[in-house]
């Protein structure tokens, strides 16, 4: 005779369950990480590359020209495990580090994981900003790390 470990109560509570779980991990409940690189040294060479990497995916290398942009954007995945960091090279100079990885990089959630997180990356002569806003002001980038 066989056993069910379900009851005919708990299998629609389960389903519920992992469809809530899916949802959740969709849309609404899972804002967008917005990670922003923005190329503010003073000279065209040597050329700056941004090289960012997860797990998961490998983004490849891009070489932005001052005043360039280059963004990309994630959900966290439902453990919250997510982990994107990036190299940065300019010339003889070079630099990696996390740009998303729980709350262990300066790029993380201050509170709730509600709404659209934006962080962006000046890169400078001696060192990179950040500002943790959506449309950044000077004034609103904090040093990150030096090359
Ligand atoms: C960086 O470069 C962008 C694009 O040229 C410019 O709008 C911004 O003001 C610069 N930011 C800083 C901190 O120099
Ligand atoms: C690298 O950094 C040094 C200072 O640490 C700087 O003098 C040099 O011009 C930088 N740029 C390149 C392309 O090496």
Same mark, same amino acid.
């Given at each position: 005779m066989a056993y069910y470990p379900c009851t005919k109560f708990q299998l629609p509570l389960l389903i519920f369950f992992v469809n809530l779980v899916i949802m959740t991990n969709a849309s609404v409940f899972n804002p967008a990480i917005n990670e922003i690189f923005i190329?503010?040294? #003073?000279? #065209?060479?040597?050329p700056l590359n941004v090289h960012c990497l997860s797990r998961d995916d490998d983004l490849g290398v891009h070489t932005l020209e001052p005043g360039d942009k280059y963004d990309f954007s994630f959900h966290e995945n439902f453990l919250s495990t997510t982990h994107f960091y990036c190299k940065l090279k300019w010339g003889r100079n070079s630099s990696i580090f996390d740009v !998303? &990885? =729980? =709350?262990?990089?300066?790029? &993380? !959630?201050?509170?709730? =994981? /509600?709404t659209d997180l934006y962080c962006t990356w000046s890169v400078q002569d001696y060192a990179i900003y950040l500002a943790l /806003? =959506?449309?950044?002001?000077?004034?609103d980038f904090k040093f990150a790390y030096t090359w």
């Open positions: 190329n503010n040294i #003073s000279r #065209s060479t040597p !998303y &990885y =729980k =709350k262990q990089s300066l790029c &993380y !959630y201050k509170f709730f =994981k /509600v /806003v =959506k449309n950044p002001s000077p004034s």
